[in-house]
């Protein structure tokens, strides 16, 4: 049985930093996709990083490039978000994802496996 816990989530003012770590347990994060899902209230959801087989390659949405980085732990069997430079639009509910894979019109799309997500809030 596949789980995957998130944590790290919080409140904080604009510009501020705030890391996410996701533990997965019954899976092998370093053989397929993990990544980062947002979504908030009223939007759809959005595929935000992912790390692909092992961590060599990555990828970041548009609206985060440059200011989230993601990264992995296989020995810890551990995803992390580190997230700086935060914006009131960064608030949203984050899930951590696992066997993720593309859809027609972004790389991250969707995924067989989800955590319960953690609340990041910014405020201005």
């Known amino acids: 049985q596949v789980q995957l816990v998130e944590s790290g989530g919080g409140s904080v003012q604009a510009g501020g930093s705030l890391r996410l770590s996701c533990v997965a347990s019954?899976?092998?994060?370093?053989?397929?996709?993990m990544g980062w899902f947002r979504q908030a209230p009223g939007k759809e959801r959005e595929g935000v990083a992912a790390s692909f087989t092992g961590g060599r390659n990555t990828y970041y949405a548009d609206s985060v490039k440059g200011r989230f980085t993601i990264s992995r732990d296989n020995a810890k069997n551990t995803l992390y978000l580190q997230m700086n430079s935060l914006k009131p639009e960064d608030t949203a509910m984050y899930y951590c994802?696992?066997?993720?894979?593309?859809?027609?019109?972004?790389?991250?799309?969707?995924?067989?496996?989800w955590g319960q997500g953690t609340q990041v809030t910014v405020s201005s």
């Open positions: 019954g899976y092998t994060p370093s053989s397929s996709c």
């Open positions: 994802a696992a066997g993720c894979y593309s859809g027609s019109r972004t790389p991250l799309n969707d995924a067989n496996y």
